[in-house]
T-cell receptor, first 114, second 115 residues
Framework: NAGVTQTPKFQVLKTGQSMTLQCAQDMNHEYMSWYRQDPGMGLRLIHYSVGAGITDQGEVPNGYNVSRSTTEDFPLRLLSAAPSQTSVYFC?????????????FGSGTQLSVL | AQSVTQLDSQVPVFEEAPVELRCNYSSSVSVYLFWYVQYPNQGLQLLLKYLSGSTLVKGINGFEAEFNKSQTSFHLRKPSVHISDTAEYFCAVMIMGGSNYKLTFGKGTLLTVNP
């Protein structure tokens, strides 16, 4: 049981490049979400999903896309990276949206956009 | 919409001293409240939560928090801290019921425990 796995751990991009941050969980969790963490800003919700085929926007969705084709995977896509997207990204999941108190977090992806 | 304010961005204390990390929230409806801890280079872990019932909530590692509805606060306390408690602590709130699936975090408080 690996929990929530994020890849890569580190990534450097040039402005305008695209990439996908991967998130996978092996706990059969319905609810998955992406947060970004910036110094002095706490964690801000980017997108979330309450089940396969269902996604919705969080607080800061602009510049990011998500999809949820399977229960296990919830990739986050940066379409055209910008320096403002330099951040640490966390994926989190829980058994259902009703159980936010049991959120499991991945170890994070540190992204730098030059 | 709900919001969370953590009043101190940094709290330095000496080992074995008591500590209180302050959290206030704003919401027009009832909420669930949480404290998460983030150790260096790691993801977040749930420390404790208030869903209903007793307003004094005990969590892991000797931490506790008290929900005060009249003051809209959920301060985190520990009577005697250890070096290993050095971490960033996040207060979070979620609206009770409805279709709001969003957990809103505060900006965090960095607790540094010095020998």
């Amino acid at each position: 049981n690996a929990g929530v796995t994020q890849t890569p751990k580190f990534q450097v991009l040039k402005t305008g490049q695209s990439m996908t941050l991967q998130c996978a969980q092996d706990m059969n969790h319905e609810y998955m979400s992406w947060y970004r963490q910036d110094p002095g800003m706490g964690l801000r919700l980017i997108h979330y999903s309450v089940g396969a085929g269902i996604t919705d926007q969080g607080e800061v969705p602009n510049g990011y896309n998500v999809s949820r084709s399977t229960t296990e995977d919830f990739p986050l896509r940066l379409l055209s990276a910008a320096p403002s997207q330099t951040s640490v990204y966390f994926c989190a999941s829980s058994y259902s949206w009703r159980e936010h108190e049991k959120l499991f977090f991945g170890s994070g992806t540190q992204l730098s956009v030059l | 919409a709900q919001s969370v304010t953590q009043l101190d961005s940094q709290v330095p204390v000496f080992e074995e001293a008591p500590v209180e990390l302050r959290c206030n929230y704003s919401s027009s409806v009832s909420v669930y409240l949480f404290w998460y801890v983030q150790y260096p280079n790691q993801g977040l872990q749930l420390l404790l939560k208030y869903l209903s019932g007793s307003t004094l909530v005990k969590g892991i590692n000797g931490f506790e928090a008290e929900f005060n509805k009249s003051q809209t606060s959920f301060h985190l306390r520990k009577p005697s801290v250890h070096i290993s408690d050095t971490a960033e602590y996040f207060c979070a709130v979620m609206i009770m019921g409805g279709s709001n699936y969003k957990l809103t975090f505060g900006k965090g408080t960095l607790l540094t425990v010095n020998p």
